[in-house]
């Protein structure tokens, strides 16, 4: 089956760049997304990327997508307090179904 | 505009009770979800509806019925509460087909089963 793993945590100063990784297993994923989840609310699309890209880039997130490693990152430029949350990673194989990973709590200490 | 509306926030159950979780969307979406989030768990996939009229199974269905009871709305049951069944439910809905079609997701529901 398919399984999506990040790390648990990630603390980063205030200012400063932070970079959440994630690994996949599904190489026929064709979209794969970056969900945030503020404390006590849903998940918020963030962004995504189509698996025939390498990069996207949307105001002050990058996503960088290695479909060789079936690596995906999402750096966050300029890290504010308000960026605090769970991140999460997800692919999708087939036409409806994601599968998540287990998130990323990101810490921004002023 | 609401987008995913799920109802209650919180509930708290004993076990062996019954409690039926409502989601309804306003997005004309087709796909309709149910998942739970435990710590360091992810969420993971209880049932989906990928159009009216079909329900499938999911990575969890274990304890779990759900219902999509029209376009708009997919409720999940819960015939015989269980603690291990204490966690945080979401509902999602996506378009559908191959195309990007991100799912949406409402605010959760915090369930206790004591």
């Known amino acids: 089956g398919e399984d999506v793993e990040q790390s648990l945590f990630l603390s980063v100063r205030e200012g400063d760049s932070s970079v959440i990784n994630c690994t996949y297993t599904?190489?026929?994923?064709?979209?794969l997304y970056w969900y945030k989840q503020e404390p006590g609310a849903g998940l918020q699309l963030l962004t995504y990327?189509?698996?025939?890209?390498d990069m996207k880039q949307d105001q002050r997130l990058t996503v960088l997508l290695n479909k060789k490693d079936k690596h995906l990152s999402l750096r966050i430029a300029d890290t504010q307090t308000g960026d605090s949350a769970i991140y999460f990673c997800?692919?999708?194989?087939?036409?409806?179904?994601?599968?998540f990973g287990t998130g990323t709590r990101l810490t921004v200490i002023p | 505009n609401a987008g995913v509306t799920q109802t209650p926030k919180f509930q708290v159950l004993k076990t062996g009770q019954s409690m039926t979780l409502q989601c309804a969307q306003d997005?004309?979406?087709?796909?309709m979800y149910w998942y739970r989030q435990d710590p360091g768990m992810g969420l993971r996939l209880i049932y989906y509806?990928?159009?009216?009229?079909?329900?499938d199974k999911g990575e969890v269905p274990n304890g779990y019925n759900v219902s999509r009871l029209n376009k708009r709305e997919f409720s999940l049951r819960l015939e015989s509460a269980a603690p291990s069944q204490t966690s945080v439910y979401f509902c999602?809905?996506?378009?559908?087909?191959?195309?990007?079609?991100?799912?949406?997701f409402g605010d959760g529901t915090r369930l206790s089963i004591l």
């Open positions: 999602a809905s996506s378009g559908q087909g191959t195309s990007n079609q991100p799912q949406h």
């Open positions: 599904d190489s026929s994923s064709t979209y």
């Open positions: 990327i189509f698996s025939n890209m």
């Open positions: 997800a692919e999708r194989p087939g036409a409806n179904n994601l599968f």
């Open positions: 997005m004309n979406h087709n796909s």
């Open positions: 509806s990928a159009s009216e009229g079909t329900t």
